[in-house]
């Protein structure tokens, strides 16, 4: 699905509750990273990784099915070709929203998201669109194209 900035507005504004799997204890890992900076904007973030017990001083669980309560978003920090079960996880879990981030793309996983009516978003990081939609980014110099002096058309 390629995502438009309205419908990636609306998912970041409604899905306050995001499962990280893959999410790293690593501070320089982009999962750590994003999490960290989604953590600090208000979302709560749920630690999926079997490596480890807490991350970001949250429970870490060791798979979606060992989540006992609501998550509206499942961002997705593993290689392409370990999303399918995931997502499928994720429907069954109720999840509202599957993120694939930057460099992961499981077209399947997507058209099943697709197919239950549910937001699916791919290729994406989920920290560098919500900094772009909601003005995160502007003190690095970077055009967020949300703000500007020009007349809409």
Known sequence: ?????AQL????QSC???????????WNRPSY??????????YTVVPVNPRYTEVLGQRCYPDLAAIDFPVDMVDVFRR???VLPIAEQALAMGARCLWQQLGVANAQADALWQQA???SVMN???KIEHARLFGGLHWAGVNTQVISAQRPH
């Open 33 to 42: 990273f994003a999490a960290k900076y989604m953590q600090t904007a208000g």
């Open 124 to 126: 994406r990081c989920v």
């Open 80 to 82: 392409t070709e370990d």
């Open 1 to 5: 699905m390629d995502s438009t900035n």
């Open 16 to 26: 306050r509750t995001i499962a990280v799997v893959g999410l790293s204890a690593d």
């Open 9 to 12: 507005r609306r998912i970041l």
């Open 117 to 119: 009516g549910r937001d």
